[in-house]
């Protein structure tokens, strides 16, 4: 990985404040979501992240500043074991008094729990930098360290909800994977997908990425709780003689029978027409006049007013 402080575009002495502030700017700027025309979204968005998990772990920045650890968070060995120049260094330190390579490795290695191979007491644990140590009979490595789990949100309709069904979801490494809703899936319910988060820094298994499920708002139905409500359309003379009328559910359109002089101040109940089966789907009748008036239909009215007035509220 590139220099994080690079990558985020901050000083190294930036807050922790700053660092957060630059991150969101940054990984708002390059989210794959915003920018689905662009091939290298992806790999920007991921290596922002990177740089940002890094950074704002105060052990790793630390040892990365000290320069004990690359950008990748693998230890820095180099300086000790490559060329003979590293060597003279080693043992002119030594010569004077000072501390030699083999010291100052054995030091720094100490912070994690082991000495190099060959070091200490016989019996004591060994350290491999690209094995990994022994402690208590149980091996230490760096595929170990797993990435950090990502939350995902998935917005999901009703109708895919309603039916468990498969639904493509985009995670944070890039693919894009087809999920399959847990039966009788709740909004706010998380799914967890094993691998699928954000990359380990030091090239262990990946994190898992915990996918929050919410339910999109649907351009026919309103929920409450499992139950759905709707409104339906009707004519006048529907109301009034009854008719056979068309009703949408999740499970598709469904029969109503309007009974003649059907009252619109109440819904109609359909038992188990609700979310899941779980729930009932209720039906607000409107009554809708013709476009631009009818005389017939104000004649008619008028002689109701007249001579069979009725009424409907208390004032």
């Known amino acids: ?42 790999a920007r968005f991921s290596e922002i992240s990177s740089a940002y998990d890094f950074l704002s772990d105060p052990e790793k920045r630390g040892q990365y500043d000290r320069g004990e650890i690359d950008a990748d968070g693998q230890p820095k060995f180099a300086s000790f074991a490559r060329g003979s120049g590293g060597a003279r260094r080693g043992a002119a330190s030594a010569q004077a008094g000072g ?38 009979g149980e091996t230490f490595r760096s595929s170990n360290l797993r990435g950090e789990d990502a939350n995902v949100t998935a917005a999901v309709s009703l109708e895919d909800a309603h039916k468990a069904a498969s639904v493509p979801l985009r995670m944070p490494n890039g693919k894009v994977l087809n999920v399959k809703l847990p039966e009788k899936v709740e909004e706010g319910q998380q799914i967890r997908l094993k691998g699928q ?30 139950d759905l409500r709707t409104d339906l359309p009707i004519t006048l003379y529907e109301a009034v003689l009854g008719a056979k009328v068309r009703v949408p559910t999740l499970d598709g359109p469904v029969e109503l029978n309007l009974p003649p002089g059907v009252n619109t101040a109440k819904a109609l109940r359909l038992k188990g027409k609700g979310l899941h089966g ?7 009748i409107k009554i809708v006049l013709p476009e631009g008036g009818d005389p017939d239909l104000e004649s008619l009215m008028r002689f109701w007013r007249d001579q069979k007035p009725y009424k409907v509220r208390d004032n």
Request: net charge neutral.
């Open 99 to 136: 501390f030699s390579a083999e010291d100052i490795l054995k030091e720094f290695m100490s912070g994690f729990g082991g000495q190099p191979r060959g070091a200490g007491r016989a019996g004591s644990q060994s350290w491999d930098p690209f094995m990994g140590t022994s402690v208590g």
């Open 197 to 226: 988060g954000l990359a380990s820094p030091l090239s262990g298994e990946p994190g898992d990425a915990l996918v929050t499920v919410k339910f999109e708002k649907h351009r026919q139905f309103r929920r409450d709780g499992n």
């Open 278 to 284: 779980d729930g009932d789907l209720y039906v607000n």
């Open 1 to 42: 990985m590139r220099d994080p402080y690079t990558v985020l575009g901050v000083p190294r002495s930036v807050s922790e404040k700053d660092l957060k502030s630059a991150y969101r700017k940054l990984a708002k700027a390059h989210h794959p979501d915003q920018n689905q025309d662009d091939p290298k979204a992806h």
